[in-house]
DNA sequence: TATTGTTATACTCTATAACTATA
DNA sequence: TATAGTTATAGAGTATAACAATA
C-alpha cells in the first residue's frame, strides 16, 4: 500500500486507463470541444491514480473520503456522512462497516438520542488516516504534476467557479 | 428530450446532485484542497446536466459519446469504438445494440474481412446525431455558464496539461 | 406519525471467460 | 492458432423499499 520513495508516482502510470483524444485512429468529433468530456477524462485519471494508490487493500476513494470525512467530524451522524458524500444511507452504512471491520472507526450511540449514532475514529482510525492522506496527496500531486503553482491555482479557481 | 426554449438549462437545475463543499454541516478537510476532488464534483455536475437534457429516453452520456463517435468515424470497427471510449469489447457491443434497435446505425459486414463490422449511421441516425449534438452543447454551455470566455478557454488549457 | 439506521432486494454497469465465425 | 464480435455469467456499486427501534 505504501508507495516506495524511489519510484515516484507519476500520473503516466495510468495514462493507459483513460483514452486520449489526441493519438488515435479515430476523431473524437464534438467531444473534442467539450469542457464535460476534459472533465471527465481528467477524472478518469485521477481516480486511476488513487486505485494505484490503495492498491489491493479494499480501500477505494468513496471509502478513504469517508474515512477523511469521519476525522474531520468526530461525531458525526451517518445520515449527515451520507449527504456529505452524496450517498444514499445504505452506502454510508457500508462504507462505515468497511471501517468499523478494520477497527478504524467506533459507532457510539447517542445520548441524546438513542436512534442514532456518533462515528468517531479509534486510535487504528487515527494512524490510518494518516497514512491515507499520504497516499491521496501522492496521487494528487502526480495528477497535476505538470502544472506550475499559478496554473494550479488558476485551475481551482476555474473549477470552484462550476461546483460551488 | 427537446428542451424548451423559454425554460434555459441552467447548471443550478442539478446543484442538489453534487455534495456542495463550502455550506454544509460538515467540513471536507483535506478533501477540500484536492485537485482530484474538485474535478469530481464538476464531473457530476457535468453528469447530472447531461442526464437532464436526455430525460428519460435512455440515452446515456456514454450512449451518445457511441453516436457521435460513429458520426464522426463511418465505417469504424467496434474494436475500435470500444478502445476510443475505454470500453470492453461486450460494452460496446451493447451500446451499438442499442442505436441499432432503434435504427440509428447499421452494422456492415467488412468485405475484406468477414469476421469484423463497418459501423454507419442510418438517415435517422443522422438526425439523431445532429438532435444529440444540440442537447449535448446545451448540457457543456451550462455547465461552463460562469466563466467567460477567457477563463473557459484557460480552463479547458489546463484540463488538456492533464489528460493529454 | 416521523426519523435513524439496517437489511433485503433489484437494477445498472462493467468486465472476464467461453463460444462462433472467420482468418 | 489468432482475431472480431457475441453471449453467458459474475461482481461491484448503488438505490429503493421494508423493517426495527426510538422519538
Same mark, same amino acid.
Given at each position: ?5 524511489? *519510484?515516484?508516482?507519476?500520473?503516466? *502510470?495510468?495514462?493507459?486507463?483513460? %483514452?486520449?483524444?489526441?493519438?488515435? %485512429? @479515430? ?8 469542457t ?6 481528467? &477524472? ?5 491514480? @488513487?486505485?494505484?494508490?490503495?492498491? =489491493? ?32 444511507? %445504505? ?7 468497511? &471501517?468499523?471491520?478494520? =477497527?478504524? $472507526?467506533?459507532?457510539?450511540?447517542? %445520548? ?28 494528487? =500531486?502526480?495528477? $497535476?504534476? =505538470? ?7 488558476e485551475l481551482r479557481r476555474l473549477l470552484a467557479k462550476i461546483h460551488r
Amino acid at each position: 500500500m505504501q508507495i516506495d520513495g524511489e *519510484d515516484r508516482l507519476s500520473i503516466d *502510470d495510468v495514462r493507459g486507463r483513460a %483514452p486520449k483524444m489526441s493519438d488515435g %485512429p @479515430l476523431d473524437y468529433g464534438l467531444l473534442n470541444d467539450r469542457t464535460g468530456f476534459a472533465i471527465k477524462l481528467a &477524472w478518469i485519471l485521477g481516480y486511476s491514480l @488513487l486505485q494505484k494508490v490503495f492498491g =489491493d487493500s479494499g480501500i477505494t476513494p468513496l471509502r478513504a473520503s469517508m474515512l477523511e470525512l469521519i476525522a474531520t467530524n468526530p461525531g458525526a451522524q451517518q445520515t449527515q456522512l451520507a449527504n456529505a458524500l452524496g450517498l444514499s444511507r %445504505p452506502a454510508a452504512t457500508l462504507a462505515i462497516d468497511f &471501517w468499523e471491520a478494520r =477497527d478504524c $472507526v467506533e459507532r457510539r450511540i447517542a %445520548p441524546d438520542d438513542r436512534r442514532s449514532f456518533g462515528i468517531f475514529l479509534t486510535a487504528a482510525g487515527h494512524e490510518r488516516v494518516t497514512e491515507l492522506r499520504a497516499l491521496i496527496k501522492q496521487a494528487d =500531486d502526480a495528477l $497535476v504534476a =505538470d502544472l506550475t503553482a499559478e496554473e494550479l491555482a488558476e485551475l481551482r479557481r476555474l473549477l470552484a467557479k462550476i461546483h460551488r
